[in-house]
């Protein structure tokens, strides 16, 4: 399991007129969390894009358990929870500055050619990264 | 079962470079579909809320089958499934200018008083609405 | 002069906390409003993307007059005030439900080549269906 | 002259299909520089909001000098020029990381009565907090 934490200001343009982060803001922070998660592993989605690899979303499921507010920091902490292969998957917690839980989520995303948009396997040195975080549960 | 279908054209802003719309615009999509398929049935969500009641959505479900393109009007069929008691639940299909299904997803949103925040019941003049689409199962 | 009018229904995504259009989202409705005035005279800016033509945004300026609110359907209505060149100048004019101007701005775009990203004229179709609205100014 | 810099790193929702920041976004940018400038200050326009102050923007001017691209970590220098009393006006430039300018703008906002709408002068406190950095221009 490799999980990381970031942080979110909430602005003005994520309110809404009932005073909560607007649901759709939430994919946002999502993406935040996952390109920072792998960031401090060395990657860049940026330099993937750069290297031919795109990494379009599958599907998204969110569960909103209690409302972000107007400038609140929030805690995004991005979860990878099984070595990824033909696909990942990211876990999403976000907690307000009270540490409490406001919303989970998750992410399946492919891995694709930039060139044929076929599907392709996870790149090799983005693999050997997040092996360490997995040997223990596959020796099990 | 109550089904709606409204249009929404794809903007520059949604796009991203992918070249896709951007996986967090949907939601937007499926705020423009259900408030369209309220308004059918002759309810606004703005008079709602001028009446003190809030829907705040509680979980989403998204299902990327095919990108959204640039400029494309996109057809967002949504359907209110089952009769609404202490939450609505709607899906959403939307098309693409060949009619192909690109998404599908289904959120629930919850009636909640604006001036105390605690779950409320649908309006009882929005349940009346809705009651001729379900009437046929219920007699079942 | 060119001018042309479409609509706009302010989405609940486009609130903010002080209830009003978030200001950032304005230049939104500026690019339907260029991109119907295009449509109209039978162009789509898709087209001049797929014909290696590029139309980046160089300035903008935004007078915010009044207030738009939730669901307000905006009148948006959009003008080429001078035969456009190198570049092309926009104006813009919101009115809400009310028929009040609620804002003005304008925004001058290049043309610029695809392949290159260098600075190229107005496409050769596009100034033609241009002409007949500026011919009689250019005669007085 | 008070000044102030910040850091945005621009996501994938930011990017359009040019590959460019979406010329839409910049005022989230703008946004976020201010209510730092503030913040180093010792204000926080939450807490303006909670005193029932609002500070709505009245016109906004931008110039698009360089595109910014995907993931680049952009700097916002946030300027307060002329020492503020029925308004205040914000200068902000934004630096790529070549450190070369690649957007300037300015917006006018106003301070205002939350509850009757009404105009107000700046909130006392802040008044005082930028006067020492405007002290030397009125002496001379």
Known sequence: MYSHETFYRVTYADTDQMRYMYYGQ????????RVEAMR???????????????MPVLDLKSTYLKPAFYDERLKIVTTVDQMPAARIHFNYEIFNEENLKIHVAE??????????????????????????????EQNR
């Open 107 to 136: 992410t399946n995303l492919a891995f694709i050619d930039g060139t044929t948009f076929k599907p392709r396997r996870i790149p090799a040195q983005f693999a050997e990264a997040l092996k360490p975080f997995f040997t223990h």
């Open 26 to 33: 939430y994919p946002r922070l999502f993406e935040i969390g």
């Open 40 to 54: 401090a592993l060395g990657f860049s989605y940026r330099s993937f894009e750069n290297d031919g690899i795109l």
